[in-house]
């Protein structure tokens, strides 16, 4: 959807943010506070501005967005990497928060930032939720390794305390997941397509409602890259590279692969027969389980985009 207006850059940092707006080459930096977002939101206002486009900071942008999104200014969160890679191509190799700013303009000008999907106060809500779950899950890993070694009583006590304390934040995360899922009718509605594809447990459905909501509205080619499962030629003249998946969502992506290796080796009849076919044909075990997540990603992309549950087709008549 085309935005109104022009677009500004703005790098946000714990204490300030930065902005430009790059069609009028105009300024302004702004501390993060309620009279600093106030005055930003004044300037935009005077200067036309109908769509602001920062970099994802960690969470320091979310304060800055929602007072924006107040202001009836839209609002779109952008991939860093992205933008850097952008001005690193553009030979802007210098680097602070003035010219991150107008390297996030140009970004947003150049890739139309606005076609990035609209902001769902819900789906930001179970996006925080499932991302605190992922990261109690991580800390946890550590802690665990701890009791693979002898270790002396009071790390093994301080061991049990915090692994009992993680495990029950975990249960409390779960249960504000579940009910943050339940509220939204779209939530209840995508989610019981993505749960009823053979694989696909909880987590993954959570993850994917708050990681992947262009799913069913892309094309099966883009929700492939959105993923990262999207393998990419590595040709030039007479050479003919390997090919290689790269970029896209890591953490959707995760847990995709772990969905996959269940469906490939146990759950999902359908892939269990295009892995074993794969790997017939001598392709290597991570090469076939990456060809089954894409598989599963277009096969949820067209689920979705029909509004149909998992209907697969006799396992004699299935195809790749």
């Not at 991939?79 to 003035?98: H, I, M």
């Not at 606005?114 to 819900?122: G, I, L, R, V």
């Not at 915090?162 to 249960?171: D, E, P, R, S, V």
């Not at 090919?243 to 490939?264: K, Q």
Request: glycine share 6%.
């Amino acid at each position: 959807m085309a935005q109104q207006g022009r677009i500004v850059g703005i790098d946000v940092a714990k204490l300030k943010a930065d902005a430009c707006i790059r069609s009028l080459q105009l300024r302004l930096s702004q501390p993060s506070t309620a009279q600093g977002q106030q005055d930003m939101i004044t300037w935009l206002r005077r200067n036309e501005v109908g769509l602001a486009v920062m970099e994802a900071s960690g969470g320091y942008e979310r304060v800055w967005a929602e007072a924006l999104r107040a202001a009836a200014i839209a609002v779109r969160i952008v991939d860093p990497k992205r933008v850097r890679y952008f001005a690193k191509s553009a030979g802007r190799l210098a680097k602070n928060d003035p010219i991150d700013a107008e390297m996030i303009a140009w970004f947003a000008e150049t890739f139309a930032a606005a076609a990035e999907p609209a902001h769902d106060a819900d789906r930001d809500a179970l996006n925080r939720l499932v991302t605190a779950r992922r990261l109690l899950v991580r800390l946890a890993t550590p802690i665990r390794q701890l009791g693979e070694h002898g270790q002396p009583r009071v790390v093994e006590n301080a061991q049990r305390a915090i692994l009992k304390t993680i495990k029950a934040q975990l249960a409390k995360l779960e249960a504000a997941i579940e009910a943050k899922i339940a509220a939204n009718a779209q939530f209840v509605a995508r989610r019981a397509i993505i749960a009823s594809v053979p694989g696909f447990g909880d987590h993954f459905v959570a993850g994917a409602l708050a990681w992947l909501p262009e799913l069913g509205r892309i094309s099966n080619k883009a929700a492939a890259g959105l993923v990262g499962v999207a393998p990419y030629d590595d040709d030039s003249g007479q050479h003919r590279g390997q090919r290689h998946i790269r970029g896209g969502r890591r953490d959707i992506r995760t847990l995709l692969y772990m969905a996959a290796l269940g469906a490939a080796t146990r759950h999902n009849p359908v892939v269990m027969a295009y892995y074993k076919r794969l790997r017939a044909q001598g392709k290597k075990t991570k090469v076939a389980l990456v060809a089954c997540m894409r598989k599963l990603v277009v096969i949820l992309n067209t689920m979705l985009a029909r509004g149909e549950m998992w209907n697969p087709p006799p396992r004699t008549t299935a195809v790749a």
